[in-house]
């Protein structure tokens, strides 16, 4: 069965602090994406990765980064957490190209900052 | 750009239709449909292709209308199953190869 795992589904943290969300997903695919969703916006894009060690910015890269090393493994980083990045984030995984391939979620992780 | 979905939100009874709305300012080379139900992570339904090809894997139509930059997805006899937070994600006809920009949602909920 496909899966994309999420480190955590609940998460708080203090403003300032360095956060990290962690996803690995085991079917082998070469894209990997971070989400970010709130009410009435769906789902925004904040970073994509096509390859290991390669990432394109989404339309909402502000205030992230992101780090792939391996293939399944791709981390969003909060470099300095502020209270507006209060959100559901959401990993996603598909096959080249992601025009044509479906993705496959994970479960999100609620993260508040407090 | 994000497409306009419309409406923004629908309630029906069970065996009623629903059709959802995806419009875009672009001109588009693919659209995808995906429902996440409340707590869970969104799952795919369906993709549509310039040129008519279609990819799914449930009982729910959509279509595609090149012309008018928008798709539409068709919930025929409604099922309380069918609940839940529709998105579509464009992909613009001069970006093929790359990533989705998802709409706002819309919220369907099926009442017995």
């Known amino acids: 069965d496909v899966k994309v795992t999420q480190s955590s589904r609940y998460l708080v943290k203090r403003t300032g602090e360095k956060v990290f969300l962690e996803c690995v997903q085991d079917?082998?695919?070469?894209?990997m994406f971070w989400y970010r969703q709130d009410p009435g916006l769906g789902l925004r894009l904040i970073y994509f990765?096509?390859?290991?060690?390669?990432?394109e910015k989404g339309d909402i890269p502000e205030g992230y980064s992101v780090s792939r090393e391996k293939k399944e493994r791709f981390s969003l980083i909060l470099e300095s957490a502020s209270t507006n990045q209060t959100s559901m984030y959401l990993c996603?995984?598909?096959?080249?190209?992601?025009?044509?391939?479906?993705?496959?979620f994970g479960p999100g992780t609620r993260l508040t900052v407090l | 750009q994000q497409p306009v979905q419309s409406p923004q939100a629908v309630i029906l009874r069970e065996g009623e239709d629903a059709v959802i709305n995806c419009s875009s300012s672009?001109?588009?080379?693919?659209v995808h449909w995906y429902r996440q139900k409340h707590g869970e992570a969104p799952v795919f339904l369906m993709i549509?292709?310039?040129?008519?090809e279609q990819k799914g894997h449930e009982k729910i139509s959509a279509s595609f209308n090149e012309k008018k930059q928008q798709s539409s997805l068709y919930l025929t006899a409604s099922q309380l199953s069918y609940s839940g937070t529709y998105f579509c994600?464009?992909?613009?006809?001069?970006?093929?190869?790359?990533?989705?920009?998802f709409g706002g949602g819309t919220r369907l909920m099926v009442k017995p």
């Open positions: 549509l292709l310039k040129g008519g």
């Open positions: 994600g464009t992909v613009p006809n001069n970006n093929a190869g790359n990533m989705l920009t």
């Open positions: 996603a995984s598909s096959f080249r190209p992601p025009s044509y391939n479906e993705q496959f």
């Open positions: 079917m082998d695919h070469e894209n």
């Open positions: 672009k001109a588009l080379y693919s």
């Open positions: 990765s096509y390859d290991v060690k390669m990432k």
